[in-house]
């Protein structure tokens, strides 16, 4: 057991730093990790987090998201109630992070979600050896492994070349996602306008406004047929609305994880499905398990059973924490609703 | 094999059925024989090979992944073949596994067809080391057989007749007689070749199949005057044909209906096909005269052959309903009133009373058919009218059209009973529901020694909405209680439960079941969140529901 950890209702509880780390419910003191509904929720107290992710609640909340907001950068040490409390990059989003918590000679990491692949949009995920890791188990069974990014945006590609009279549709999710969609895309060469659904643009803008190049980006807006042959992106619950017939028959491509799995993707109404993921893949959450040289691994919200598991199976003390409230990670940011 | 594939994972994502039927033509026109031909077997579910059974591709798998890994991302992804495939180590030596590049589909199904048993595995993995995941599903799903890409046979010969100027109708009547890799029927749709010849003289013709009546819509427009009504029983549909071949040998068989070769589990009902005809009608359980309930005929099912015992305790008959040739002459194209005329002079001049006439409702008008279906104990004995379930209503000017033709028969099921119950189990389901908990075990309520208890009274897997059952995954996520394996049991006490709205079409006692009562064809009809647990049925109202027969 970690000395600096424990789990309550609300979440993951540093008694002696008196904070949650991503709580479900509204709490005193949070540091939350990353700006996804399911994980950066309204009403806290005080908030820590980094300068990204603080101005990703205040698009989504409002400025008054919370009673007081601390900005703390990646690398920045904090003192709180005798514990060290530091963030640090990973690689999942925009400002994502990983809270490491450092007292008694005890090093206790709470890895938030996160990936180890490559993306053009964010700081990449940097190793903090521990001595306790908490790990997201989002992708965690071995049917899932992420090919790299730029095979999934030929396909894309690809596609758009063979059906040049079809808009091509993708399901991206609003904060993250559909940055990573754009930015692949401008790195496999694709300098045409990109379109955006409304509730992509605002975050959109932000990661532009962050220093972020994304390339020539308009809204759909009252378009529809005349962006045939164009890349359009919306979140995903609107490839199947409405919404998408505007574009006459276009082809309907969902950018998720979960599109390994081929039931996933026919109940997405994806016919074209990019494997593309802001999460590690089995084999690396695996291998970032080993990297940290931690001897005690929790396993928070995902396929819990499996990593656990492989733990055991690998000389690791591993227990799941069967977390309630948490997404699954790439198919619902339900944040896009705050978002309009 | 890469075609094949291509076109299996484009099938698999693809939900229209137009663009499918485009894809499968596509493969059909640019593929040569034999290839096609065995495509064609795959998907209308006729390849099969006897070493590739699912316990060896298991097998294969446990010797590359800790089985528990195994076993918990086979839940997940509901499909053995896509779990393997997906699970698959890569090789260590790729370079070496490329040089074994994919063999043709032809390759593959003579290899596995003339391997040993031994001989096999050795096969399989070296393909599967040389194919990237789309391939290694593939190739799991040719040889397990089930592909489950949504293509239905019928689609699959739509697609063939769809290369030349035929119809799915005229494959179809061919079918039967054909073997893979097809290559008589395909030179017969590009026009190289007159029709394939069959000399079976008891062959299985493809069945006419209904419509459900639009109550609000059907109704309305149809004169109740142009259609004969008969009972729809509660059995199974068959097929039975006799002849004799030229070298005057008798040919006898019972076939489901799709055309599948029943006989072995059935010799009571070959020993009375003693004619030259083929006859349409509902297998049922009957002793004594009475109707048995479909419970029994169950035990008669997906069997291979029947015991002495099984034949003296289940008795099987045939209620028959059409007459489709008759000593030679095909009477499809009669309308179906003389057909009925035909049949039964035809059934009148049987000696054994164990195939009989399926009886005419005689109809007056909508009102009275519509009474008769609501209240088939008015016309019928007690053991036929529980066999009912529901009218079916034909064209008397109607020919025997293979398929299902619009307008010509509807089936008017009786109404199904529903009740409120409470879920209390929850299972990941399989295809296209796979990954979600989407198999659901209800309960109602009794009185039990500490009060009021919930038992199980049935299990059910669809009757939802994708978004319905989102929202109920979501709910079982959230309030498991207990896992047992890949079953999760959720909160169901009095105040917190999901109320499920279960209907069906019929219940039966059960021994197997803790409630004593089993029921036929569950389905969710709608999620009752609005309602307390509490206020669920108990089993008295099933229970009231029960034949009385023990």
Redesign the interface.
């Known amino acids: 057991m970690s000395d600096l950890l424990t789990l309550t209702p609300e979440g993951l509880y540093s008694p002696e730093a008196g904070a949650h780390i991503d709580p479900v419910r509204p709490v005193e003191k949070a540091i939350i990790t990353h700006g996804h509904a399911d994980h950066a929720r309204a009403g806290h107290g005080a908030v820590l987090a980094t300068r990204h992710t603080l101005d990703i609640m205040a698009i989504r909340y409002g400025e008054e998201f919370c009673g007081q907001a601390q900005e703390i950068g990646y690398g920045d040490r904090l003192n709180l109630g005798g514990v060290e409390v530091s963030l640090h990059p990973a690689g999942h989003v925009l400002g994502s992070a990983q809270v490491l918590l450092a007292a008694k000679g005890q090093r206790t990491v709470v890895s938030g979600d996160y990936k180890r692949q490559a993306d053009p949009t964010c700081v990449p995920f940097e190793l903090v050896p521990c001595d306790t890791f908490v790990t997201e188990a989002t992708f965690g ?5 992420h090919p790299p990014a730029s095979e999934e945006i030929a396909k894309l590609l690809a596609s758009l070349e063979l059906f040049p009279e079809q808009t091509h549709l993708v399901g991206a999710y609003a904060l993250g996602k559909a940055q990573r969609v754009i930015g692949e895309l401008r790195a496999a060469g694709y300098s045409k306008v990109i379109y955006l659904h409304g509730a992509l643009e605002k975050l959109t803008a932000y990661y532009e406004s962050q220093g972020v190049k994304l390339g020539p980006v308009e809204p759909v807006g009252k378009r529809g047929k005349e962006l045939a042959g164009e890349i359009v992106l919306c979140p995903p619950g609107q490839l199947g609305d409405r919404w998408a017939r505007r574009f006459g028959d276009p082809v309907a491509a969902m950018a998720s994880g979960w599109m ?8 997405r ?5 990019l494997i593309l993921s802001d999460h590690a893949d089995w084999d690396d959450l695996c291998r970032t398990i080993m990297e940290t040289g931690a001897e005690q691994i929790w396993v928070t919200h995902g ?1 819990e ?2 990593l656990v ?2 733990c055991e ?1 690998n000389g690791r003390k591993a227990r799941p924490l ?1 977390m ?2 948490y997404d699954d990670g790439e198919d619902a940011d339900s944040g896009q609703v705050a978002n309009g | 094999m890469h075609a094949f594939s291509q076109l299996l994972d484009r099938l ?4 229209r059925r137009l663009a499918k039927e485009a894809l499968l033509v596509r493969y059909f026109r640019e593929t040569p024989d034999p290839d096609r031909g065995y495509a064609l077997a795959a998907l209308t579910g006729g390849q099969s090979f006897k070493h590739a059974k699912p316990a060896l591709l298991r097998a294969l798998i446990a010797e590359r ?2 089985p ?2 195994f076993a ?2 086979y839940d ?4 053995l073949s ?2 393997i495939a ?2 698959w180590p890569r090789p260590e030596a790729p370079e070496e596994a490329e040089m074994l590049s994919a063999p043709a589909l032809t390759e593959i199904v003579d290899q596995l067809g003339s391997a040993g048993k031994t001989e096999v595995p050795g096969l399989l993995s070296a393909w599967l080391d040389g194919l990237d995941e789309t391939g290694r ?1 593939a190739l799991l799903k040719l040889v397990t057989g089930g592909l489950r890409v949504g293509v239905s046979a019928r689609l699959a010969k739509s697609a063939v007749a769809r290369l030349g100027t035929l119809e799915v109708a005229d494959v179809e009547e061919v079918w039967h007689g054909l073997k893979a890799p097809y290559e008589a029927l395909f030179a017969w749709v590009e026009g190289r070749a007159g029709p394939p010849e069959t000399q079976d003289p008891a062959p299985f013709r493809p069945v006419m199949l209904a419509h459900p009546l639009d109550e609000d819509k059907d109704l309305q427009q149809l004169p109740a005057a142009d259609f004969a009504v008969e009972w729809k029983w509660d059995g199974i549909r068959v097929q039975a044909a006799a002849g004799r071949t030229e070298q005057g040998q008798d040919v006898r068989r019972l076939y489901s209906r799709t055309g599948e070769d029943i006989s072995k589990a059935f010799p009571d009902i070959v020993d009375l096909l003693t004619f030259d005809a083929c006859i349409d009608g509902e297998l049922l359980v009957v002793s004594d005269g009475k109707v048995r309930p479909f419970s029994d005929l169950q035990k008669r099912l997906n069997r291979k052959t029947a015991g002495p015992k099984l034949l003296r305790d289940y008795p099987a008959a045939i209620r028959v309903y059409d007459l489709l040739t008759h000593e030679g002459e095909d009477l499809r194209g009669l309308p179906f009133q003389e057909r009925r005329k035909k049949l039964e002079a035809f059934v009148a001049g049987l000696a054994d009373s164990r195939i009989d006439l399926s009886p005419m409702v005689a109809a007056k008008d909508w009102e009275w058919i519509a009474a008769a279906r609501a209240n088939p104990q008015n016309h019928l004995d007690k053991d036929d009218a529980e066999a009912v379930e529901g009218l079916m209503l034909k064209r008397w000017d109607a020919p025997y059209v293979n398929g299902r033709p619009k307008g010509l028969w509807f089936k008017w099921k009786r109404d199904p009973h529903l009740i409120d119950a409470v879920l209390m189990y929850a299972q990941r389901g399989h ?6 908990y989407s198999d659901y075990t209800f309960g109602v309520w009794r009185d039990g020694a500490e009060g009021l208890e919930l038992v199980p009274v049935g299990k059910a897997y669809f009757g939802f909405t ?1 978004e319905e059952l989102r929202k109920i995954d979501r709910f079982v ?2 309030n ?1 209680i207990n896992r047992f394996g890949p079953v999760r049991e959720v909160t169901h006490d009095q105040d917190v439960g999901l109320v499920l709205e279960v209907a069906f079409e019929g219940l039966n006692r059960s021994g197997r079941h803790k409630s004593g009562v089993a029921m036929r064809f569950p389905r969710i009809s709608r999620l009752r969140w609005d309602k307390p647990a509490v206020e669920a049925d108990r089993l008295e109202t099933l229970e009231a529901l029960l034949p009385d027969r023990e």
């Open positions: 069974l071995p049917v899932f492994r390994r799995v081929r039931a996933r993707a026919r109940q109404g994806a016919e074209l499905p396929a059973d499996a598991h492989w199976l069967n309630i409230g | 698999s994502l693809e939900p992944a800790d528990h890994l918990l991302s997940f992804v509901g499909d896509e779990t997906l699970m599903w295809g296209k529901r796979s990954s979600f994708d996520r959230n498991t």
